[in-house]
């Protein structure tokens, strides 16, 4: 006699023991995926990392079926974009095509997903209430691949100016990467194509590298990434491209106030800090200088994964669970915008702009919490190029300017 009781499915959540329930993500069920959780709550911890194979499966498609809109190639040069009647929100536009992949000695150490770009230890990994302590042996490894990943961002840094391409920073990267025997994490990570994320103006982050010339006047972000020893290593940085840039009262007030938000941020981090604390203060700051905190990404644990629990979202009212405690490995990155805190996602699946098109900033360190306190292992040194600037009277009277605008924007976004 057949049975008629429907089959019984694990839920795929996190470290979820249960069996699922008829509830499935819905963007898999668009790409034609089955994805069976056993309840709401259990789907909502597991998001960070599930939502991994979206981008997995959305390139994969794109690969089969590339866009079908893109501009005419220039007959001198022959770039393109390759979305030309995508909605872009600023003055930026992608330049392809993208130089090939560049390639990694098979001497160097490769994270599981070098070759499929599926981080599956990620997705392994046995729940967001489980942050990993790291011995002492451990977090000589993540001192160590910080300090090297250190080294890499300046050497990026010192190659920005003006009439550079992103691409030529991404090669600066690479290129630093192989010399320190380190892999640069973000290459093929659910299929980033490149080796470093340069994110300029009203990009917040994940900016591919390409054609594009850098000019005076623009900002741009660089955020690195080793993995040395089994471990990885993760900062970012905003710098001014030429004088121009320096000039500008509202660059200089995004960049500053991103840099001060990490700075307060930091200076909360010891054993018994809620993970929710951290954007308590950045937000506070930010509003203070007129600006808003991107909400879409947070800080995260870091270790021998690149991506894992904990999350430290940097905006007020959050709902972080977790407190820290010695050997704790994770990052603070806040993202900081002159206007909207909302984003927009370009065809490539990676470069996040702001809805507005106004300018963002972000710093990020790798921080291990200690017995009393925490020790900031990316950070800079006496010859790190970039660093704090003065801001100008002019960026003060912007500063009350567009606090009016801010509030007024809040106040339609509450209503």
């Known amino acids: 006699m057949a049975d008629d009781t429907a089959p019984k499915r694990r839920c795929i959540g996190l470290g979820c023991q249960h069996d699922a329930g008829s509830l499935q993500c819905p963007t898999c069920l668009k790409l034609g995926k089955e994805s069976y959780f056993c309840s709401q709550d259990c789907f909502k911890r597991s998001w960070a990392e599930h939502k991994a194979i979206h981008k997995a499966q959305s390139n994969l498609l794109r690969n089969i079926f590339p866009p079908r809109a893109v501009s005419e190639p220039d007959p001198a040069t022959g770039q393109y974009n390759p979305f030309s009647t995508f909605g872009f929100t600023g003055s930026l536009r992608p330049v392809y095509p993208l130089s090939p992949r560049r390639n990694v ?28 302590i790291l011995d002492k042996k451990q977090q000589e490894g993540m001192r160590k691949v ?25 090669e600066v990267v690479h290129k630093a990467c192989l010399e320190r025997d380190s892999y640069p994490s973000p290459l093929n990570y659910v299929h980033f194509p490149k080796s470093v994320c340069t994110s300029p103006n009203e990009v917040i982050c994940h900016g591919i590298p390409d054609q594009r010339v850098l000019v005076d006047g623009d900002i741009v972000n660089l955020d690195v990434t080793l993995y040395h020893g089994g471990f990885h290593g993760d900062l970012n940085e905003t710098y001014y491209v030429g004088p121009r840039a320096l000039a500008d009262p509202s660059s200089v007030r995004v960049v500053e106030t991103a840099r001060e938000c990490l700075d307060q941020a930091i200076g909360l981090v010891k054993p018994g800090m809620l993970f929710r604390d951290p954007g308590t203060v950045i937000e506070k700051h930010a509003k203070s200088r007129s600006c808003s905190v991107i909400k879409t990404y947070c800080g995260h644990g870091i270790n021998q994964l690149f991506h894992c629990a904990p999350n430290v979202p940097h905006y007020a009212k959050n709902k972080a669970v977790g407190t820290a405690k010695p050997g704790m490995c994770f990052t603070i990155e806040p993202m900081i915008s002159l206007g909207t805190y909302r984003d927009k996602t370009w065809p490539d699946d990676w470069t996040s702009v702001t809805q507005d098109g106004s300018r963002t900033a972000q710093f990020e360190h790798t921080l291990l919490v200690t ?45």
């Open 105 to 132: 000695p098979a001497s160097i150490t490769h994270p599981d997903y070098a070759k499929d770009g599926i981080p599956r230890s990620e997705q392994k990994f046995i729940g967001r209430s489980n942050i990993t």
């Open 146 to 170: 910080c300090r090297l990943a250190r080294e890499v961002l300046d050497i990026a840094a010192r190659e920005v100016r003006p009439g550079v391409t992103t691409d030529y920073i991404d």
């Open 371 to 415: 017995e009393d306190g925490v020790e900031v292992l990316t950070a800079r040194t006496a010859d790190s190029p970039g660093g704090p600037v003065w801001m100008p009277p002019e960026a003060a009277q912007d500063n009350h300017t567009n606090g009016i605008q801010q509030a007024v924007d809040i106040k339609k976004v509450t209503s």
